[in-house]
């Protein structure tokens, strides 16, 4: 292809995404929310073998349209209600083109220089807009999703507790070998999947603390402190907590100030918080105390270098529910020393040479060592919606949400699960005129959902909280409007109909 042949087919792709998101927003034949497909549709439409000929660029375009939508979930459908929503705007799916067109691995800052800066300016006016503490704000990076930005907190989190134990006057320990055996990281049985994964990936234990239906499921700092009496008597060594702002099932928040107490007479805890759907609801002042942002600002103790009893890391998700199409996930740590020096694979020769350190080589705060380059999403859509733009969208998510509430609320056979959080409804079948207990309401829910999943117009997950079966609805589409809940509910409300009618 050359640059004229990009320009016609580059045009075409264009007006095909927007017919696309015509389509979507008109919903309609063949534009249901999931795909109506069975397992291996696609894969059996590929040809075994790469070709060996080539094609001419027109008819592979095509496969877009013939192959992938048929077999594509719609995430950007007004009616998806399922999991998180995964915004994607115009504005960053051109930002992702340009970002492409220059395709750079971006890994330190000669190789890339607007890949950095831009990295470094964006996160910091993302942290500002969220709030957070200048500690926080300026010292930002773009992870690639938040179980990327869990592991390696961990991975800061576990160098510094070593550091620290070493080093401590009259340490029982000796060898970095003996610490890492005995080192446990907490989460709640609330914590997203990302905390037990990090545990895996690094091999350490990672412990669940028991949560509690009278605190809405948030994690307290009673339980915390009885979980590391429990543990430090066990001779283990609890040195990280992974709080969340906004939990997957019900978008509780963790008592983030009794835990940042808590850990004040525990100098060796790190606390990462995982804020990867609810934090960007940060850029709502009015929301702010509701979400613990004074706690997550809040600076602790110190002990030379260490600083403890506070929030050390904080990660949130634009790719989420912040406008930013999939992935940008902003990681902020206070102290961006503890990555750099775990992760800084320059030898120690070439640290002395004149100019190292002197820029920020992001390379050293992840995983990977190429990098793509995503801030330049945050400035289009920053610059393009402003603030008031951004928070207009939060708000009309939350008022989608409330609107659903509302129609859950007014119906006898239905109940609200947990307290709405946000655009998030937790809610479950709970029909008027029958007693059915906890058992039986578990069984009726996990069929009315299995009746719900089936049909295509709209999509809701499920989740279990404590024992509880119940059905999650989390609006956050731009293009989400009242009749599009109307009409959800309409079809969760005949599915339950339909469920109901079998109980006799
Ligand atoms: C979505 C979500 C995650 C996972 O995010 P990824 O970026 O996909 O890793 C983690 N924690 C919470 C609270 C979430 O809502």
Sequence with gaps: MDVNEFRRAGHAAVEEIAAYYEKLQLGGEGFQVTPSMKPGDLFNKIPETPPNEPTPFEEVQKD???????????????SFYAYFPSNATFESIIADMYATATSTPGFNHSCNPAATELEQAMTSWVGQMLGLDASLSKNGVIQTTASDGAIIATVAARERAIKYLLGKKDSPYKTREEIHSKLVMYGSTQTHSLGA??????SIPFRAIETYAEDDWALT??????????DQSKGLIPFMLISTIGTTSSGTVDKLSELCDVAKSHPEIYIHVDAAWAGVYLALPEEREKLGLSAVNKRGEQDGDLTYGEVHSFCTNLHKNGLVAFDCSTFFIRDSKLLTEVLDLTPPFLRNQAGYGQVTDYRNWGLSLGRRFRSLKILFVLRSYGIQGFQAHLLRSIEMGKLFEEHVKEDKDFEIVTPRSLALVV???KPANRSLDEEALNDLNKKFYARLHKQTSIQLTSTIIGKTFCIRFVPGSPWTKAEHILAAWRVVRETAQEELATLQ
């Design 64 to 78: 877009f349209d013939k192959l992938i939508l048929p077999a594509t979930c719609h995430w950007q459908h007004p």
């Design 197 to 202: 994964k990090a545990g895996l990936v690094l």
């Design 221 to 230: 700092g009673a339980s915390l402190e009885k979980a590391i009496q429990e």
């Design 427 to 429: 809610f479950r079948l």
